[in-house]
């Protein structure tokens, strides 16, 4: 059975006056299809109302008891990764256990020039990554925790109330230096659909995973996509790139420039899923243009891969 989150946008200029009633609306129309719901990671978007993510999860957490929630994917820059730890455990206790903990190796280089934190190489990191989720799983796990690693050190550190059970790690991205901290560290990996963008890092992480002797089946497959279902099908938008591009791009450059979006009918969104579920993925989190495409997705799509 594949599972289905609801990826929740900030509000727009509009809705932030009753930011209330627009979570309340989405999740209440998502209730029954959507397991999980998820909260991207910026600070800032130009001049476009932007929520911190964790608190918005904290909060959102609360609110609504029904769903698990995470972020996709949580920037290990922006956090100490010793203090991240007891954030989550406080969340995993109080909700508990509604979280899942999603992290990747940061990217927005405007981000963090703005807000002044070091923008090192990408191998830095993704190494920074790696430590990251070290740090987590030694302060959830050690009571005392110690670590040291070439970024991150936690020296005699306690996380109490740890967890009572395991917080899953979902690492996100594709580059081919991640795809083996994904391989080793993490308990759900994602990456953008269709299968032509997502099947090349899928490739890496079979292998990365067949080097170091780990099944293959340990590291639970997800993905993400925006849907849209518009009134008239020739509203539709063209896609930037064509699927073409994609398949004949093994080495994934294009693979950020291309814009995911499942429609413009429920049916082509089964079929445009359907490989991706059939390659293994169990975890299908999606953006929605608007309320129609909403509805009609967890009545139509959803129920199609229960």
């Not at 090349?200 to 170091?212: E, G």
């Not at 791009?249 to 420039?257: I, R, T």
Request: a negative charge.
């Amino acid at each position: 059975m594949v599972d289905f989150g609801i990826q929740l946008s900030a509000p727009s200029a509009e809705e932030m006056g009753d930011r209330h009633a627009y979570y309340r609306d989405l999740l209440s129309r998502g209730h029954g299809a959507f397991s999980s719901a998820w909260v991207s990671d910026h600070l800032m978007n130009g001049e476009r109302p932007i929520l911190e993510a964790w608190t918005t999860l904290a909060y959102l957490a609360a609110e609504f008891p029904g769903f698990t929630f995470g972020n996709t994917v949580l920037s290990q820059s922006y956090r100490n990764p010793a203090l991240l730890a007891k954030m989550a455990a406080t969340l995993q206790y109080l909700t508990e256990g509604r979280l899942v903990l999603g992290i990747g190796a940061g990217w927005q280089a405007d981000e963090y020039d703005a807000y002044g934190y070091p923008y090192p190489s990408a191998g830095t990191r993704v190494e920074q990554l790696s430590e990251a989720i070290d740090v987590l799983r030694a302060m959830w796990t050690q009571s005392p925790a110690n670590y040291e690693g070439q970024h991150y050190h936690v020296r005699n550190a306690y996380c109490e109330p740890r967890p009572a059970r395991p917080i899953p790690i979902l690492v996100g991205g594709r580059r081919p230096k991640l795809m083996r901290v994904a391989a080793a560290k993490a308990d759900i990996w994602q990456w953008d659909g269709p299968i032509e963008r997502f099947r090349v890092p899928h490739d890496l992480l079979v292998q990365a995973c067949a080097s170091i002797s780990r099944d293959l089946s340990a590291v639970r497959l997800s993905t993400a996509g925006e849907v849209y279902f518009p009134l008239h099908p020739a509203d539709f938008p063209e896609p930037t790139l064509s699927i073409t591009d994609l398949a004949q791009d093994p080495s994934g450059s294009f693979a950020e420039e291309f814009d995911w979006v499942m429609g413009p009918t429920p049916d082509d969104a089964i079929r445009e899923l359907q490989p991706l579920v059939d390659l293994g993925v169990t975890l299908v989190t999606v953006y929605f243009r608007d309320r129609r495409s909403l509805d009609l997705f967890a009545r139509e799509v959803v129920p199609a891969f229960r």
